[in-house]
């Protein structure tokens, strides 16, 4: 389905409180649709606001009474978020005062705003495409700095800008191809002269990159999940303490003193970094602890990276080789050796391929890491790692924030792409096939062609009053 054309006078005013729920010392209820003034003028006591003046102002009940004063902006259509007319009333920032003033505007002709329904107005009358829609979620959910900078630079328009240059030369080729195809009479080889071929290498070329870009993109949007696994006893807790710099799992010497998931987010060079602390994987007959033990599988199937804590004493033990069968053989591991401090080494990285058997063991693991938990010494070293492990190669210039539908839809362009190029001369048809749902694909990021029930989702995402 194509973008809807601009839908201002078929739409029916909204309205919604835009601030946060909670005290504050201003709350700004928003409003959006056609002809809002006579609603202005109702609220105002009669007064008309100008377009983007702030008009100070008190706001008025059905029986005249004050709720509020504060300011009334006017935008006038289109020059406005929405594109309709949007009307912001900012008063005080008490909840009982906002709702006053909301059930105001509902009965002067309103209706409740769904989640993001400002901004899918937005996008529905052409002011924002997809992926900017998007982005305006992603920067108030932003959990870092760096997320942050992305989403504004995705909102600013730098991602749609390479997705659309990458369409613009996809048409391009689309057209020679489909020239061929209507003109199969002529002498003249339209393909071979344009360079088709290297038009379509130069394509592929292009969408790696940004496929690169959008893979960091998502990782710092989604971050990672890091889960503890070990026998019971094996320092889980102290480490996820450490990583945290505070106390926020309980540690004692008593086997199974976790008994549940214990979560705690760190950030990483700006990446979010989910950590979770399990119950030791063990046979029991304790249920509360079995629950936990369960729990405890889940968020192993849910994990990027496992952090294997061994004994080095005991090496990988008959318990310890039980949780390493029972991890997935495509999550990526690192084996700790926790409490170095009382051992008197010194913190060490050792890949698999440079593994020379100086330690007593060695799991599946793709990299062993020896540390203190306690003392802080090897910490860096395994922050390094879990960056490592999961690709991140630091924010660059040009970097976007992306969504997990951005990386599907870039991998079904890429797909049909190399399928283009493995097409000969006899085969133009299916040449232009592939091309048109390369771009059909890429369409999709933007919203050139979207369906209905994906926006539904998209949008039902967002928070009410934006």
């Not at 935008?75 to 909840?95: I, K, R, W």
């Not at 009358?125 to 900017?132: C, M, R, T």
Request: include cysteine; charged fraction near 20%; aromatic fraction near 4%.
């Amino acid at each position: 389905m194509s973008k809807p054309q601009s839908t201002v006078s078929a739409q029916p005013i909204i309205a919604a409180i835009a601030t946060a729920p909670g005290r504050g010392g201003v709350g700004v209820v928003r409003v959006s649709g056609s002809g809002l003034l006579p609603l202005a003028q109702s609220i105002s006591g009669g007064k008309t606001p100008q377009p983007r003046r702030a008009l100070y102002t008190d706001f008025i009940d059905e029986n005249g009474e004050i709720i509020d004063s504060g300011l009334m902006l006017y935008f006038a259509a289109p020059a406005s978020f929405t594109g309709e007319d949007v009307l912001e009333l900012q008063g005080h920032g008490g909840m009982v005062v906002l709702n006053m003033l909301l059930q105001r505007c509902l009965q002067l002709g309103a209706r409740l705003a769904e989640p993001g329904e400002f901004t899918k107005r937005a996008f529905l009358n052409n002011k924002l495409d997809l992926a900017q829609a998007e982005s305006v979620a992603d920067l108030i959910d932003a959990s870092s700095q760096s997320a942050a900078r992305l989403a504004v630079r995705s909102l600013k328009g730098v991602f749609s800008d390479k997705i659309h240059a990458l369409v613009d030369d996809l048409i391009g080729l689309r057209m020679l191809v489909e020239a061929t195809l209507d003109f199969p009479e002529e002498e003249i080889d339209f393909l071979k002269a344009a360079d088709a071929e290297g038009k379509l290498v130069r394509l592929r070329q292009q969408l790696t990159a940004i496929f690169a870009h959008a893979e960091q993109g998502a990782l710092l949007r989604e971050g990672m999940n890091v889960v503890l696994v070990g026998a019971p006893n094996v320092g889980k807790s102290s480490l996820l303490n450490a990583l945290a710099g505070d106390e926020v799992a309980i540690v004692t010497d008593i086997a199974g003193t976790t008994r549940d998931t214990v979560r705690e987010l760190i950030h990483l060079d700006g990446i979010p970094v989910h950590i979770i602390d399990t119950a030791g994987l063990r046979d029991t007959d304790d249920k509360v602890e079995k629950i936990g033990i369960e729990r405890s599988y889940q968020a192993v199937r849910e994990a990027d990276v496992a952090l294997v804590l061994v004994d080095p004493n005991e090496g990988i033990n008959t318990k310890t080789q039980a949780i390493l069968d029972a991890l997935p053989d495509t999550l990526k591991k690192i084996e700790i050796h926790n409490k170095i401090d009382l051992r008197g080494e010194s913190a060490a990285y050792v890949s698999r391929e440079t593994f020379s058997g100086s330690l007593k063991s060695f799991s599946q693991a793709d990299a062993l890491i020896t540390l203190s938990a306690k003392t802080g010494d090897g910490l860096d070293l395994l922050k390094q790692q879990l960056l490592q492990q999961v690709g991140w190669q630091g924010e660059s210039e040009g970097m976007f924030l992306a969504r997990t539908r951005h990386l599907e839809a870039l991998t079904i362009a890429q797909t049909e792409l190399s399928n283009a190029a493995l097409c000969g001369n006899q085969q133009l048809e299916l040449l232009a096939e592939h091309l048109r749902l390369a771009q059909l694909a890429l369409n999709q990021i933007t919203g050139e062609f979207t369906a209905d029930d994906l926006l539904g989702v998209i949008f039902s995402r967002f928070c009410i009053g934006k």
